[in-house]
Each structure stands twice: as C-alpha cells, then as structure tokens.
C-alpha cells in the first residue's frame, strides 16, 4: 500500500504561470514532509521541507502547504520557470514511531512550457 | 564535502552474477539509506544504518540483497546471485538526523541486468 500518494504522474505549465502540485499521504504518524526535485541521471535534491506544526513554509519561488486534516500537501512554484522541468518527489518522515527513513511518493514530471 | 559519492554509475551484469554497488556518505553524518527506484515502484526504502549499524532493513527484497557498513565513511549493497528483475537505479542517501533534515542523495548507480 502507497502511503505517500502523487496521482498526477505528469503537468505541463506555461512558462510564467503558477505549477502546483499535489500530494496525498496516509500515515498519521508521518510530521515532517519535504519535497525532492530530480532531474535525469541525478540523485534527488532537496527542494523545501514543512513540519506538520506549520501549514505553510515559504523559499523564494517555492511554497509548500499542508493541511493536515485532509492528509494533503501541496508544492506551489511561481513564476514557473524553464528550469523547473524535472521529476518532484513528495516525501515523507515521522519523529515518534513508525518507518524510519523518507516513505516517496512515484513522483510528479513537471514540463515548464515556453 | 563532494556529496554523497557512488560507484559505478553503471552496471551491466549477466543474470547470476554477484553485483556490488559502493557509498561514500558525506562525513558527519550518522545515518545512510539505500533507496531503489523503479517504474513501477518509485523510490523505496531498502535499507537504513545509524552510526554504521543497520537498523532497519525490512525494505531489502530479498536474500540475495546484503548491505554493510565497515566504517563510517563507506557502505555497500551487494546482490548476488542478481536477475533481470534488479535492474533499477540504486540510490545511496546520508543525513545527520533521522527526521527533521533532509537527506542528501548520490547521483545514483544504474544496474541492468540482462
């Protein structure tokens, strides 16, 4: 069973325009969750994080909400930019219990159209 | 520091062979994972040590996957005998805390095996 669910293997956003994407997870353990950008022949880089305390965390272009009665969080990245085609990971943890380690989500393909 | 360090980048292996893929964490940092990532599966967790002993391994396939930690600074996973199935990308990740930090991944071992 997927704990960390991405249901949007692919968007395409317009250069300039708002990218949102999504994340749904399962686990009431899980309090700490970051999202991971990849590109091609690249190990996953750290993106942004929130802890399940916060709703919101905001990093220059990227803001990543969670609302943690519905178990979704979303990444938020304005303006889009070329670069920001690659694959996104949501990812999660949590602190008191549970797995250890990040539990992924299959990952969403961002494509920045020009 | 380099970053997380793995070798090789790529594998070809015939089916039966013993396939070993090499980890070099960033230094300071007490936990290392192993991740695989596929198509069908995304990014799963395989195996995780905390100051060089394993401490969860429940997300290695299999007896045929083995992990080490002989020191520090270096860790590997070894399959043996490997078959087609394993072909995969294989990423070794290292962080300072379990949760509440992100991990910082290598840029990934592509194994085939044919």
């Known amino acids: 069973d997927q704990q960390v669910k991405q249901n949007s293997p692919s968007l395409s956003v317009q250069e300039g325009r708002i990218s949102i994407l999504n994340c749904d997870y399962t686990?009431?353990?899980?309090?700490?969750f970051l999202w991971y950008k990849k590109y091609p022949a690249e190990g996953p880089t750290f993106l942004i994080s929130i802890s399940s305390i916060k709703d919101k965390n905001e990093d220059g272009r990227f803001t990543v909400f969670l609302n943690k009665s519905a178990k979704h969080l979303s990444l938020h990245i304005v303006p889009s930019q070329p670069g920001d085609s690659a694959v996104y990971f949501c990812a999660a943890s949590a602190s008191g219990g549970g797995a250890d380690g990040l539990t992924f989500g299959k990952g969403t393909h961002l494509i920045i159209q020009p | 520091d380099a970053g997380v360090i793995q070798s090789p980048r790529h594998e070809v292996t015939e089916m039966g062979q013993e396939v070993t893929l090499r980890c070099k964490p960033i230094?300071?940092?007490?936990?290392l994972f192993w991740y695989r990532q596929t198509m069908m599966r995304g990014l799963e967790l395989l195996i995780y040590f905390n100051n060089n002993v394993p401490i969860d391994d429940s997300g290695m396939p299999e007896d045929r996957f083995s992990a080490k930690m002989p020191n520090a600074s270096f860790s590997t996973l070894k399959i043996q005998p490997s078959e087609p199935r394993d072909s995969a990308v294989y990423f070794c990740?290292?962080?300072?805390?379990?949760?509440?930090?992100?991990?910082?991944f290598g840029q990934g071992t592509r194994l085939t095996v044919v």
């Open positions: 686990n009431s353990m899980f309090d700490y």
């Open positions: 990740a290292s962080s300072y805390m379990r949760v509440g930090s992100e991990a910082f």
């Open positions: 230094s300071g940092h007490d936990y």
